[in-house]
């Protein structure tokens, strides 16, 4: 299976009570752009929605936004909700403003990661960064019978 | 719920409605209307707002007023006492889930700022602190203070804190609505909003004076001005009808100075047409410039010269009133020093303005031909959907997509119309959805795209609208290819 | 010393000069002209000067310029590239001590910079540094860059840095003298820059093109537009005499946007009125406009928009450079850090304002009729004392009166000439001493002044100008009576 | 002798190779309005020229401004010059930018006090409280039959 054909399709929405809607429009522009099958879902997304989109969509990533401060009160046990629903493997992202004040990247990523998000993003990330990390992610996270890279390794040495 | 109309509640409506909302949370039990107009009554006048924002209006002055909001009280009056000194007129802004009438999490929110030791929601939790807490807060001020916030139902809030003694309320049934939620449905936000607006007209009719002002830069992306003015039009209107008599309609900076000067002198031009259309006579409209509401660049120099255009082109329009951004913007709720400095900045350069020439082109004449031409076509097409009833009007203007908010969350907005700048930075219609624009306006618009297209060899598409839209923070101010 | 005029010096005599001229300092021993040709020759395009204006001008680019120099070659190389990254062309910038060839003392400020571990001068001594020190500063670098100082006699500066590989130099006999120099006679330093005028034209004879660019805002401090525009004419002829071709003239930002934009665009019309009149067609005219130079707020986002305010203006009038300042300017030298930030600043509201339309007004159009008005007079007169020679014509001007630079050290300027800011902060005359003016000129510039003057409801007197001095550091452009 | 009659006669210029003229001229103008005697000497003023004035001019007080960064090389020593010429006990006042870039001002300040200036100044120094200060510095260095503060307490308690 090449590269090309593969999809990786994500759910994207912003948590909470956060009803920014300008990032997320972009982002549905950019990543769509960029390959990426978005299913947004919009501003003020629960936790609950983000799972359940995640599962009947059977999406590879579940991509966070939070812009309006409450993101460590809207995100916590967010992975442990995944695990409960059978998405303990989920590629999780998170990004935004997420705290209250310009406070030092390095300590917001930490606790983020710590609540089990596997990238934190500030809001200048460069987004085509993200679009080659969440195919890394998707694909190294991808049962074995999809084409998970060491899989796809012994393929490309065959040809 | 019955079908919307324009037209003023009745004292029993009102009465049974308060009955209903004071109870929606426990501090709502100790709001009562006579003890609210004594607190007001008894405000010095260097702490009411309609006095600063007339006396300004008179003497031709512009006032800046900063945005802040912490979870706990006294830590909300530091910020707020901290800022004051940079500032003429205070804010209070409230938090999500304030605005979101989640008070439970609100409330959650408190118990955990106050464990942690710093603020963990983004604003003030107005309602839970409620009458007297706000009193305490208002009582250690020394300027007038404003709630500031982005609630569809704002009864409950807006009688706590009228109670308390702030003297101006920011929002409206529509600029609270598209911009800030997601389900509720239009009739039923403007709905609450004459609840918020009749309120004030009880003050009003007690002698008490509260400025109501609409919010005006709505989504604060790429808002073609006609629309965000339709809106602050329509408010006004609704709540002149409440009996609100002072009125503060505003504008969020475009970007292009001709166009926004142009926005600015013919908002305040269009209101007065229509409220005094209307057989509005007895009221005081002033005006507030919003500093860039987009995306900021995250360095904070850049950040400053961001919020320097703003500062330059608000006075330069003479803005009554500007809010002022922060070099923080990018990262969030800022410091109180990063507050302060764009207070400062901003101060600065509307003092060095405030005694130059009038600005005055041909470039500007023609925006604000065209700006009227737009908010007359659209005002035509609310009050014809709404038979003359302008509350009926823009319920139907919305569902049609006649009215249509650019960049907003709310299923109530089509979502159909799609700006983009043209080749000198103005903000032009790539897509006028269902809005009805006069044949030349949209060849006028059309022409524009054009020249820009041609420019930079490339059709217009939505990726020259999301180039905009994360232009300013990539520090230019048209999405150009690279 | 025989009478100056303005006339191509001999190669004779400028080869004997130059003997002596390499002499005053042993670092002069190993100036070389055919090896500083080959420096010159092999410079790639990235770093000379003339190239980058020249492509910023065809492109209607604004290239952003730092100040900046400390003692040491090597701090001086990590500043410069430090600053690099956010500037299209750099500067050095040249201790005072050098400034008044006062080598020794440099000497003495490097040894105790050194010893210090931090710059104790306040530039870059680069005759003390000698060619090789200046060309290791240089090749260390990836921009081109420029000598800017205050040398009434730079003849061993220019010598040396040309040498090294400087490609574009500042100054004029009038410019760095006036304000910079107290017992210089004028005629002496109008000799001095001949010579280096001649170096440069030799230079040019030779295929390699240095930028020339006399000093703009003189004193700096309410310098009415016509004053400066004079001195930038005049240094330019004095310059295209002795072979120049390639010249940036200057302006200092005066504060009130009118007459900043006026000032601008009427600068380049009048240079090529007199440099054409004067027989001259194949030369090559930019401008620079300098942020402004008078006191700045100390604290750091007032000082951020008084640079954003010189910033928007600049790229208004499309000036080919600015000379950028920094938030640390109330206290003198910056930190690496203060200057990186007013060029990011400067660099986000050129950005913004570079696609917007075209300024243009009535008040514009009057300035630059008042502004062209004043130079002709001026320029007539200066022309009829010389008989026609414009150096001596100078020279007489200043010992008259009928040129006059407003707050200047020097001895050579008459200082009755004083200006004031009128109502709107245009920088007008309050006694135009013996300068001579039309009448209707002056009477305009009464009318001006009567008219602020019944504003404030004082009389003018000095008071008021002392006021305007302090004004901009205090928050305002005008300085008003509490 | 009463406040008013009293002389307050002092020596103001710019030190060094420093061309700096226009805050030398609001100095002038302003401490000339505030009943102050300014004997100016402009711009570029040797350590020299400033005592040799202050002797021939029987001042209370040398103002050395520094503007340019170099005040630290050109203000060595300048007490002891002036304790050499007999002026030990001279009002010494120094202001502007003294250093080369933003330094802490106490810094600064307790540098050039320790070379003897009487007060140090930043430029953004309040000029009417320099006129009080200079009032009252020149006061208290008067000699006694001049009506030192102490003589004038005298006087006063008579009346």
Partial sequence: MDEAARSYKIVLGVIGADCHAVGNRILTAVLTRGGIEVVNLGVMVSQEEFIEAAIAEDAGAILVSSIYGHGELDCQNFRARCEERGLGDIVLYVG???????????????????????????????????????RADIDARRPMALGHNSGRFVVEARA | MTEIENRMLSDATFQAERAEVLKTWPSGGTVDFDAAVAVQAALPPEKRFALALAEADAEGRTLLQPRAG?????????????????????????????????????????????????????????????????????????????????????????????????????GGGISYNIPYAKHVPLERSIRHWQYCDRLVGRFEEAGIRINREPFGP???????????????????????????????????????????????RSL??????????????????????????GGFPEDEAQATAVIC????????????????????????????EANQAGLKA???????????????????????????????AVMREILRLGRGDVARGIVQAFASGVMDVPFAPARANLGKLTPVRDNFGAIRLFDAG???????????????????????????????????????????LVGRPA
């Avoid at chain 2, 959650?108 to 710093?118: H, K, L, P, Q």
């Avoid at chain 2, 949209?442 to 060899?457: C, M, N, Q, S, V």
């Fill in chain 2, 70 to 170: 912490v979870a706990l009280i006294r830590e909300h009056e530091a910020l707020l006492n901290g800022l004051s000194p940079y500032c003429d007129v205070l804010p209070t802004t409230i938090d999500a889930y304030t605005r979101h009438n989640r008070y439970a999490e609100a409330q959650e929110g408190i118990d955990r700022s106050r464990a942690a030791g710093t603020s963990l929601l983004n604003g003030f939790p107005a309602v839970n602190h409620g009458v007297d807490g706000c009193r305490r807060l208002v009582d250690a001020l020394s300027k007038p203070v404003q709630v500031r916030h982005g609630t569809p139902d704002a009864r409950l809030l807006a009688e706590i804190t009228l109670a308390a003694g702030f003297s101006s309320f920011e």
């Fill in chain 2, 268 to 293: 305040r031009r269009l209101a007065n047409h229509y409220f005094l259309n209307a057989g509005f006579t007895d009221y005081k409209l002033t005006t507030v410039f919003h500093q860039w509401m």
């Fill in chain 2, 309 to 336: 255009l703003g500062a330059l082109v608000a006075r330069q329009a003479r803005a009554t009133k500007i809010i002022v951004k922060t070099p923080h913007e990018a990262a969030g709720v800022p410091t109180l």
């Fill in chain 2, 434 to 476: 269902h809005v009805p624009l006069p044949d030349d306006v949209l060849a006028f618009h059309r022409d524009k795209i054009a020249e820009r297209a041609r420019a930079e060899r490339r059709e217009p598409s939505f990726n020259m609208v999301v180039d905009d839209v994360r232009a300013i923070s990539a520090s230019k």
């Fill in chain 1, 96 to 134: 935004g403003n997420l705290v209250i004040g310009k406070q030092d990247f390095a300590t917001v990523e930490a606790r983020f990661r710590e609540m089990g998000f596997d990238r934190v993003f500030p809001p200048s990330v460069d987004l085509e960064q993200v679009i080659g990390l969440l």
């Fill in chain 2, 218 to 264: 709505l989504t604060g992306t790429l808002v073609p001005p006609f629309v965000s003015h339709v809106v602050a039009i329509v408010e006004g209107l609704l709540a002149l009808e409440q009996g609100v008599r002072c009125l503060t309609l505003g504008y969020g900076q475009a970007g292009n100075l001709a166009q926004d000067i142009a926005a600015l």
């Fill in chain 2, 346 to 376: 901003t101060r600065q350069m509307v003092n060095m303005i405030s005694d130059q020439n009038r600005v005055d082109s041909p470039d500007i004449q023609t925006e604000i031909d065209v700006i009227e031409a737009e908010v007359h």
